[in-house]
């Protein structure tokens, strides 16, 4: 029994714990709000005081998107909208006397963000035999952005053959042009999706083929 954890140290690392799992599950709420609003799904609230909707009284909803917001109290999403509006993720702008929530460029770059965060190739059932070979040449002068991209593909499970050489055994051309796009790079980043290569024991090993 000596090595029992105290019951106060027991209930604060029970309470850390409550307060991760909060915190994740506010951020996954936040996300989906930018999601819907970045997917086109419309959200409109009655404007409070004029050339204002900042209080956010009340929403409207079309029909066939009720279904999304619906999960959403009305508290929650007034205090969110706020926060996603300071933080210049939205815009909301006055509409024939109401005002439309959407989402404003740097919301779009956030949800980009997303995408970046949760980038993963996927294991396929049977591999294919095919090998895809991504080089790049993101030119001087940009070695933040160059180092940037060699992270995500470090992080996506890519083998590096040489400098600005990249390696992977399963199809992985909607992640590239996925982090092209969000990285501005896609005249300077080729792939080339080989048969066979030499000597490839090594590579086999890696990526468990």
């Known amino acids: ?3 029992q954890i105290p019951f106060e140290k027991l209930v ?11 915190l994740r599950l506010r951020n996954e709420k936040l996300k989906r709000i930018l999601l819907l609003l970045g997917k086109g799904v419309v959200l409109a609230t009655i404007i409070a005081a004029p050339n204002t909707a900042r209080h956010f009284k009340g929403f409207f909803y079309e029909k066939s998107d009720w279904n999304q917001w619906k999960i959403f109290n009305t508290y929650y999403l007034k205090r969110t ?4 509006e300071k933080q210049k993720l ?20 956030r949800i980009l963000k997303f995408g970046i965060d949760n980038l993963n190739v ?6 294919d035999g095919k090998w895809r070979l991504v080089f790049y040449d993101v030119l001087g002068g940009r070695r933040v952005l160059r180092d940037k991209f060699r992270s ?19 199809p992985c051309e909607k992640e590239m042009e996925f982090l092209k796009y969000y990285l501005g790079i896609g005249s300077e980043v080729q792939i080339i999706i080989a048969e ?5 024991l090594e590579f086999r090993e890696f990526f468990g083929v």
Request: glycine fraction near 6%.
């Open 122 to 127: 996927e294991k396929p059932a049977h591999w």
């Open 152 to 170: 995500y593909l470090k992080l996506a499970g890519f083998y590096q053959l040489q400098e600005s050489v990249y390696l992977h055994a399963f």
């Open 12 to 22: 604060n690392i029970l309470l850390k714990e409550q307060k991760q799992e909060y």
């Open 1 to 3: 029994m000596d090595n």
């Open 196 to 200: 066979s290569i030499e000597n490839d």
């Open 81 to 84: 909208l706020r926060k996603l």
């Open 90 to 109: 939205i815009e909301v702008g006055n509409h024939d006397g109401y005002a439309e929530v959407k989402i404003s460029e740097a919301g779009r770059r």
